[in-house]
């Protein structure tokens, strides 16, 4: 079984946030992986344990965008309507 499992370190003691499909008494293997301190960490963690995103073998070096330059985008996206609308939008223009 390879499942990843939440849980709070409490006093020395791990307390599973939900309960293991295995019998008692088992020994299993524990990687710690610590929570990711900032939102883009978080969703990046997110992406890569659904799978949905790799890490590249190699980084390529690409300019950081500023918490700025990030609320202005977003900002600038949920302006611009869902993107069914775009797309009808498109599709009555053509």
């Not at 883009?40 to 890490?55: N, Y």
């Not at 190699?58 to 797309?87: H, M, N």
Request: glycine share 4%.
């Amino acid at each position: 079984m390879n499942e990843i499992i939440s849980a709070i370190y409490e006093k020395g003691n791990l307390r599973l946030l939900k309960l293991l499909p295995i019998p008692d008494k088992s020994e299993i293997q524990i990687q710690i992986i610590s929570q990711p301190s900032t939102q883009r960490q978080k969703v990046h963690s997110m992406l890569i344990e659904a799978g949905l995103l790799v890490e590249p073998a190699q980084l390529q070096k690409t300019p950081s965008v500023s918490d700025e330059e990030l609320s202005v985008s977003a900002l600038r996206l949920s302006q611009a309507g869902s993107l069914s609308e775009q797309i009808i939008a498109a599709r009555d223009e053509a």
